[in-house]
């Protein structure tokens, strides 16, 4: 799916919307240092987002085709769309077919960006915050068919769900919460994500923000099997990326960049920088959704 809009002319407008409302870029300089970023390169960006560091790409020159699953970040950056940028909609999983269909062979670079956007943490009717108790159990990130949160609380079996939270979320009452869920839902559906905070904060406790944390990040991983798209995700992107070409991952929470870790370990590839790459102090003053970042980088070797 293409947007022929317009291009963006003046880089001091692309640098304006690099840092847009609709979500801030993680990482930015060292994104673009890591994967070596210059005019007339060829980069994919696998999570547009609120597109700011396809912007940055742009404004320095190279090309860019992003890819998202979720239309509100298509139409956020339709105007980017042009001579030196392309916009698919889909899944990351997809990468390699993505790049061939559009001619893309023999990239420079890939961006993972895994982070889900201030946009959709902000939006009440998409379900991916705790914050907003009205909003109903979503968190798809596309147009899909595939089975929203409320499905798999109120359809999934006690051994499904304590999988989901146990490995997911790493919860350790993931057992406590399930059965919870199960004796409640026999009542009546648990619709909405303040009824399923209530569900959880009954079997572990009021207050326990991290386990409710837990247990929405084991939810959305497992509505957008997120785990097995980067699986693919990264294969693909080792599949087009030259040689001497760059992959670079941020991630945002240990089982996102354990995989990255083992992938990177690859004949195939170099990993760049002994640590993963964390944001500063002051980038994690200004944007506090940063804090659990991590970039890891690795390049082709042949």
Same mark, same amino acid.
């Given at each position: 799916?293409?947007?022929?809009?317009?291009?963006?002319?003046?880089?001091?407008?692309?640098?304006?919307?690099?840092?847009?409302?609709?979500?801030?870029?993680?990482?930015?300089?060292?994104?673009?240092?890591?994967?070596?970023?210059?005019?007339?390169?060829?980069?994919?960006?696998?999570?547009?987002?609120?597109?700011?560091?396809?912007?940055?790409?742009? +404004?320095?020159? &190279?090309? *860019?085709? /992003?890819?998202?699953?979720? %239309?509100?970040?298509?139409?956020?950056?339709?105007?980017? !769309? @042009?001579?030196?940028?392309?916009?698919?909609?889909?899944?990351?999983?997809?990468?390699?077919?993505?790049?061939?269909?559009?001619?893309?062979?023999?990239?420079?670079?890939?961006?993972?960006?895994?982070?889900?956007?201030?946009?959709?943490?902000?939006?009440?009717?998409?379900?991916?915050?705790?914050?907003?108790?009205?909003?109903?159990?979503?968190?798809?990130?596309?147009?899909?068919?595939?089975?929203?949160?409320?499905?798999?609380?109120?359809?999934?079996?006690?051994?499904?769900?304590?999988?989901?939270?146990?490995?997911?979320?790493? +919860?350790?009452? &993931?057992? *406590?919460? /399930?059965?919870?869920?199960? %004796?409640?839902?026999?009542?009546?559906?648990?619709?909405? !994500? @303040?009824?399923?905070?209530?569900?959880?904060?009954?079997?572990?406790?009021?207050?326990?923000?991290?386990?409710?944390?837990?247990?929405?990040?084991?939810?959305?991983?497992?509505?957008?099997?997120?785990?097995?798209?980067?699986?693919?995700?990264?294969?693909?992107?080792?599949?087009?990326?030259?040689?001497?070409?760059?992959?670079?991952?941020?991630?945002?929470?240990?089982?996102?960049?354990?995989?990255?870790?083992?992938?990177?370990?690859?004949?195939?590839?170099?990993?760049?920088?002994?640590?993963?790459?964390?944001?500063?102090?002051? +980038?994690?003053?200004?944007?506090?959704?940063?804090?659990?970042?991590?970039?890891?980088?690795?390049?082709?070797?042949?």
């Amino acid at each position: 799916m293409k947007f022929g809009i317009k291009r963006l002319g003046k880089h001091k407008k692309i640098n304006e919307l690099c840092m847009s409302s609709y979500h801030t870029p993680v990482l930015l300089q060292e994104v673009i240092q890591g994967l070596q970023v210059t005019a007339g390169k060829r980069f994919i960006d696998a999570t547009l987002g609120g597109g700011g560091h396809t912007k940055r790409m742009l +404004e320095l020159g &190279a090309e *860019v085709l /992003a890819i998202d699953e979720d %239309r509100d970040a298509i139409q956020e950056n339709a105007q980017l !769309v @042009g001579p030196h940028c392309r916009i698919v909609q889909g899944n990351f999983r997809d990468i390699e077919a993505f790049a061939r269909d559009n001619g893309w062979n023999e990239i420079d670079g890939v961006l993972f960006d895994l982070g889900v956007s201030s946009h959709q943490l902000d939006t009440h009717a998409r379900g991916f915050s705790y914050r907003f108790d009205e909003s109903a159990l979503d968190m798809r990130f596309g147009d899909s068919d595939k089975p929203s949160a409320y499905e798999i609380v109120n359809n999934s079996s006690f051994d499904e769900l304590f999988n989901i939270f146990a490995t997911f979320g790493e +919860e350790e009452r &993931a057992g *406590v919460i /399930a059965k919870k869920i199960l %004796r409640l839902r026999k009542t009546s559906p648990i619709a909405t !994500v @303040g009824e399923l905070k209530k569900c959880i904060e009954s079997a572990v406790g009021s207050g326990n923000r991290d386990t409710i944390a837990r247990i929405f990040q084991a939810l959305r991983i497992a509505v957008n099997e997120e785990l097995t798209a980067l699986q693919a995700g990264l294969t693909g992107a080792m599949k087009i990326t030259r040689v001497g070409g760059r992959i670079a991952v941020i991630s945002f929470h240990s089982l996102e960049d354990r995989i990255v870790k083992r992938f990177f370990l690859n004949k195939k590839l170099k990993v760049i920088g002994k640590k993963p790459i964390i944001p500063n102090t002051k +980038e994690q003053q200004e944007n506090r959704r940063s804090r659990s970042a991590k970039l890891r980088i690795s390049e082709r070797l042949r």
